[in-house]
Nanobody, 124 residues
Framework: QVQLVESGGGLVQTGASLRLSCAASGRALSNIALAWFRQAPGKEREFVAAVSRSGGRTNYANSVKGRFTISRDNAKNTVYLQINSLKPEDTAVYYC?????????????????WGQGTQVTVSS
């Protein structure tokens, strides 16, 4: 079992930056692949970014490339999502996800474990 707890969301203005954190427990972080997804009201959950077990490889949705950066600190059992130049369309609940098998996967169904989410709201 893997437990994931997100933090760092909030209400910000357009152009601001946020760093989301996801603390993992229950299994060594170095053995699991991690990703961030988001879900806006009335929309399906969508892939944002994924990072390999070592942190050496990443995968991003086209819509966030250049503004979002995923990273991980296996010693702290934490994965991060740095979000810059926030836009109103980034408003969503952001979820951390983990799986034991596939690396850099971008489909929600490929992830076995999920956090409870953290709300990011960007005002215009």
């Amino acid at each position: 079992q893997v437990q994931l707890v997100e933090s760092g969301g909030g209400l910000v203005q357009t152009g601001a930056s946020l760093r989301l954190s996801c603390a993992a427990s229950g299994r060594a972080l170095s053995n699991i692949a991690l990703a961030w997804f988001r879900q806006a009201p009335g929309k399906e959950r969508e892939f944002v970014a994924a990072v390999s077990r070592s942190g050496g490889r990443t995968n991003y949705a086209n819509s966030v490339k250049g503004r979002f950066t995923i990273s991980r600190d296996n010693a702290k059992n934490t994965v991060y999502l740095q979000i810059n130049s926030l836009k109103p369309e980034d408003t969503a609940v952001y979820y951390c996800a983990a799986n034991i098998g596939l690396v850099l996967a971008s489909v929600p169904g490929q992830y076995e474990y999920w956090g409870q989410g953290t709300q990011v709201t960007v005002s215009s």
